[in-house]
């Protein structure tokens, strides 16, 4: 934020493309029909067939625990994402509020400098375009806000002292449009780090104080010029959380201003009816929180963020990154989800069905992301195991090749299983480098070629028993037997097993003796000259007809087989480096870029590129991504193999939805990934979402 301006610079532009509606309806259509196909939808959803010990020492099967009954009462975990673009500068303690459209309006807040600032802005977000507005007549920061009799209205505010003005200005407003604020009224008396809450064609002013006393009264107007005291608050908070919900407004935790909390986050969940004048304690959190953020999305109360307050200096603990479903019937809150970016004393406005956060406070400074929250029950169930996740029902499989090893998690992030591990050791010559790992026999075994050892091994699942094997460990070659860089191995239904036998380009078809059987390209000719030679293969993705879906690095070109080395099609696209192509529709194709930025890129057999995702910069920017693939959940799930991590991508907004693993910081110990270079789901019915006809 630059306060002599008393506004936010415009952010960097947005870097997606081909995100037209028509294709984004296309790709959810595409996602019902798969789900409908593989039985995703279900009444009874389950972690999965296994559970086993984080060491990897046990292997005993236990029955599948059923984890959620998705039916029409359940509350609906939050698909929550930071978006591929940001603010400029870093702002909080601000106003936002919905604006014309997709916009936002974003009025004061807090700059960098702890400065104050007056900027009145909007952002679309759709493109992340920010457009100045107008300027308040004084620099706010945590004012409450509401919109009110066709106004904006800024409610009190500290500047730096407490403020009893109502700055206001016409409403709704979108990027094309100007306001000119005013000075409309005051409040009864100073006030700030309150929150403004409307009902119908009423807003209320809840907690806050006046610079040192707290002020209880919960104040109504419907002008911003006249005010009513229509309930008192049971206990007296600055920094709360509020929405509106069937008539009434819920106040979620805040800081205590007196007493021996003073300075302090508190628990309480308070209810206020404006009609009865009452006010109740009706619950608490799962502990004390100041600076969240609450809205209503769906029919529903979410409450996300905040943080601790510890001592009487008022200091912030960290953010949370915890997104909290509200049951106003029980007074309990039921885990739903999780923030990217840890997040307290941010703007929240809901445009549609989605909420969306911006800026705040996160590891002790100011944040310029943006961050959007949406129920979906394809997310999981509030209150059960894995709410939030992408993958919510499966267990993630993840080939952590700078580690040398295979993670089996559930959606919780937790890792359930590990190969090698003291009860399943190493195949002789080691297990090294797993580039890809697949489930297969209906989830039971494994396969995983090791890129630079030269091998590919089936393994039992959960058993980690070598079943099958082939290659010389450590020693390339061309002859039988002999593998030179072996990528993508799938497991066929007929027994054989695929491989994208790299260095010596061309793709090798062996049988379950292990006999080479059939074989695409000549070896070491390695040029795009179908169907004769292939420039080194990277993939070769079976299809549902029995084909296989070949990519070549050398010229960058996508091409179809049939088993026997016939070309259907090829095509080039324009990419630095493609790897691992899927099929997701009748003419739709799925790609990850291998390079730096990595991009995320959906074409069709023309070449036409439909949808890229490849923002330059930022938590979302990917490096040498390898596989991506589109979940059940409508998401792109991708290794994003340098930034030691795994990612899901939101196509309809861009939003980095989920990650496991640091990013940039390579670790063994929970949370850390290193290289990650493949990945697989597997649900509790044995299936595989992602290759169904090899799974």
Not at 339 to 365: D, M, N, Q
Request: proline share 8%; with cysteine.
């Amino acid at each position: 934020m630059n306060n002599a301006s008393g506004g936010i610079r415009p952010p960097s532009p947005i870097r997606l493309g081909g995100m037209r509606a028509r294709r984004r309806r296309a790709r959810r259509a595409i996602v019902r029909r798969r789900m409908v196909a593989i039985g995703v939808v279900v009444v009874v959803v389950t972690v999965g067939a296994v559970a086993i010990s984080s060491s990897g020492s046990s292997t005993k099967a236990v029955p599948r625990v059923p984890v959620a009954s998705l039916v029409s009462h359940t509350v609906a975990a939050v698909e929550s994402g930071v978006l591929p673009w940001s603010l400029s500068a870093p702002i909080s303690r601000e106003l936002v509020l919905p604006g014309a459209g997709s916009a936002l309006v974003i009025a004061g807040g807090l700059s960098a400098g702890q400065s104050s600032a007056s900027g009145v802005f909007s952002l679309d977000t759709v493109t992340g375009t920010l457009s100045a507005l107008g300027a308040l007549p004084s620099a706010v920061h945590d004012a409450a806000g509401a919109s009110v009799g066709g106004h904006d209205l800024v409610l009190g505010g500290g500047s730096p002292t407490t403020t009893a003005g109502v700055e206001a200005f016409a409403a709704p407003v979108g990027a094309s449009g100007k306001v000119s604020p005013i000075v409309a009224g005051q409040l009864p008396q100073p006030r700030s780090d309150a929150v403004g809450v409307t009902i119908g064609t009423t807003a209320y002013v809840v907690g806050g104080y006046d610079g040192t006393n707290p002020d209880a009264n919960v104040l109504a107007t419907t002008d911003g010029q006249h005010f009513t005291t229509v309930a008192t608050l049971a206990v007296p908070v600055r920094y709360p959380a509020a929405a509106a919900f069937g008539g009434a407004i819920y106040v979620f935790g805040g800081q205590a201003v007196t007493g021996a909390s003073a300075g302090q986050a508190v628990d309480s969940i308070q209810r206020i009816d404006p009609a009865t004048h009452q006010v109740s304690v009706v619950g608490h959190l799962p502990g004390p929180l100041a600076g969240a953020m609450a809205a209503v999305l769906g029919g529903q109360i979410y409450v996300a963020g905040g943080a601790a307050q510890t001592g009487a200096t008022a200091s912030p603990g960290p953010a949370s990154t915890a997104i909290w479903a509200f049951d106003p019937a029980k007074g309990t809150m039921l885990n739903a989800g999780n923030l990217i970016v840890p997040t307290s004393y941010a703007g929240i406005a809901v445009v549609g069905s989605r909420a969306w956060i911006v800026g705040g406070e996160s590891s002790g400074a100011l944040t310029a992301s943006v961050q959007m929250l949406t129920p979906n029950p394809l997310f999981g169930a509030a209150g059960h195991h894995g709410a939030g996740s992408p993958y919510y029902g499966a267990t993630l499989l993840v080939a952590d090749r700078g580690n040398d090893r295979l993670l089996a998690m559930t959606p919780g992030d937790h890792i359930v299983w590990t190969y090698p591990s003291a009860s399943a050791p190493a195949p002789a010559g080691g297990f090294y480098f797993p580039d890809d790992a697949f489930f297969a026999a209906k989830g039971t075994e494994i396969i995983s070629n090791q890129e630079e050892n030269h091998t590919i091994v089936i393994i039992g699942y959960p058993s980690g028993k070598l079943l099958w094997s082939y290659g010389h460990p450590g020693v390339s070659g061309s002859g039988p037997g002999y593998l030179d860089q072996p990528d993508d191995a799938y497991l066929l239904r007929n027994g054989e097993i695929t491989v994208a036998d790299a260095l010596n380009c061309r793709i090798l078809f062996i049988s379950h003796s292990q006999v080479p059987v059939g074989q695409i390209g000549t070896d070491g000719n390695c040029t795009h000259h179908p169907p004769v030679d292939v420039g080194y293969p990277n993939g070769d993705t079976p299809l549902a007809d029995g084909n296989v879906l070949v990519s070549e690095i050398h010229g960058s070109w996508v091409s179809e087989y049939t088993p026997q080395g016939t070309l259907v099609w090829t095509v080039h696209l324009p990419l630095a480096y493609p790897s691992d192509p899927q099929q997701i529709g009748p003419d739709l194709y799925l790609i990850a870029d291998y390079a730096k930025p990595g991009a995320i890129v959906e074409f069709n057999r023309a070449g036409q590129i439909l949808y890229k995702y490849a923002p330059a910069s930022g938590l979302g920017a990917l490096d040498h991504p390898s596989l991506v693939e589109l979940l059940p959940s409508g998401v792109f799930m991708t290794n994003d193999d340098y930034r030691d991590r795994m990612a899901a991508i939101d196509p309809a907004t861009g939003a980095l939805v989920w990650q496991y693993g640091t990013p940039g910081t390579p670790g063994t110990a929970p949370g850390f990934l290193n290289t990650p270079d493949g990945f697989d789901l597997l649900l509790p019915n044995g299936t595989t979402p992602t290759h169904p006809i090899t799974g």
